[in-house]
């Protein structure tokens, strides 16, 4: 009896495999492509939101986050680092605060997405009070005029400008620069608009207007008699 059973197990063994895999495959192609899922993992940008206007971020070590995101295969090859990112609100930040914490909830998706998973699940963070001062500007003048004439005076306008910034970073002592202005071949008085150069780029200039106007006055050497 054993034997004979056996034998019907093992009898046409090639094609009862083939037939197996055969309705497996025909299985899984009727089941509807909007059932079928997929996983992604990716590294994407954390974008950070509503920093209070008094304070300012010092210290990011973080640019991006890592998101494993699951979806219908239809749509699994469409999600990317473009269209995927993570948001971190910090209208509550204070500068006794480092760690941040990071939710799923947080990472925008394309719809018929969800977020499995997001690492790390903390962001460490740190903020200085803001400040402001008024920072004296000094062109940044090189060159060398023709024989025979001289730079007499140079005027700046405006003179000073209004600077924010973390308060470890911005000081009386400080000055404004103007982008370089080459004077070489210059014989008359002349105006050069110029960009303003802060001295640290956590600097930065408050209002519409980011550029001097410097006023080169030039005049011919007199000759001595």
């Not at 000094?138 to 910034?165: A, F, H, M, Q, W």
């Amino acid at each position: 009896m054993k034997p004979n059973i056996k034998k019907l197990f093992t009898k046409n063994l090639g094609l009862k495999i083939f037939s197996f895999l055969l309705a497996l495959i025909l299985w899984f192609s009727l089941i509807p492509e909007e059932k079928r899922f997929s996983e992604k993992s990716l590294n994407v940008p954390l974008e950070l939101h509503n920093i209070p206007s008094s304070i300012e971020l010092v210290e990011r070590p973080m640019q991006t986050v890592h998101v494993t995101v699951r979806a219908p295969e239809r749509l699994i090859n469409q999600i990317s680092s473009a269209n995927v990112h993570a948001v971190l609100d910090l209208r509550r930040a204070t500068t006794a605060q480092q760690d941040y914490t990071l939710s799923r909830s947080m990472v925008s998706i394309p719809d018929g997405a969800e977020v499995k998973e997001i690492s790390p699940s903390l962001v460490n963070l740190k903020f200085e009070n803001s400040k402001e001062m008024m920072l004296s500007i000094k062109p940044d003048i090189y060159g060398e005029l023709p024989p025979g004439y001289i730079l007499k005076k140079t005027e700046v306008e405006p003179s000073e400008v209004l600077v924010k910034g973390p308060e470890s970073k911005i000081n009386e002592n400080e000055i404004v620069r103007t982008s370089p202005i080459d004077i070489s071949g210059f014989m008359h008085t002349t105006a050069v608009e110029a960009d303003l150069i802060t001295p640290a780029p956590e600097l930065t200039i408050l209002g519409s207007k980011t550029t001097a106007l410097v006023k080169l006055l030039i005049q011919k050497e007199e000759t001595k008699k």
